[in-house]
Each structure stands twice: as C-alpha cells, then as structure tokens.
C-alpha cells in the first residue's frame, strides 16, 4: 500500500504564492468592520512563505475607514491524499 512518509517545510521559492479560492476573515480592531483578506484579489499574496506546522504566515490587512492595519498569523501546509 502506498504511504506519505516525510512533511513539507521550509521557505517555498515563490515571490508571489497565491491561494486561489481562500479568503480570510477578520474584525478591525479599531472600528469592528468586518474585512476580507482574499487572494483572488490582485495584490495579495504570500511573498516566500515558510511551509510546514512550526512556520507562521502573515495575512496582512487594512482598514480604510479608520487606517488601522494589523496582521493575522497563520500556518501554511500542504496535504497529500492517497
């Protein structure tokens, strides 16, 4: 029977990693508006992110009606299914 032996991680070589289909959610901690970090969107990206569960990647964000910008911290893994 086939097996996945090993995890990924370390830096990816990609400038711009994009997750197509993902959009992250959050609350402006200054006005509570509820924001939307997608990555359809031009311009949001991963710029070389680390992989692998002891990494952190940051989902950055903006608020334009009160200017607060603020980081969500996050983990990027790639699942294999066999």
């Not at 086939?2 to 994009?18: M, P």
């Not at 509820?34 to 692998?52: A, K, M, R, T």
């Not at 002891?54 to 990027?76: P, Q």
């Amino acid at each position: 029977m086939a097996k996945v032996i090993g995890e990924i991680s370390g830096q990816s070589e990609d400038k711009r990693f994009k997750l197509p289909g993902i959009k992250i959610e959050d609350e402006c901690p200054e006005c509570k508006k509820i924001l939307h970090w997608d990555s359809d969107n031009e311009g949001h990206y991963l710029s070389y992110p680390i992989l692998g569960d002891k990494a952190s990647v940051d989902f950055h964000f903006y608020c334009g009606d009160c200017n607060k910008e603020w980081n969500v911290k996050g983990t990027l893994g790639i699942t294999i299914k066999l």
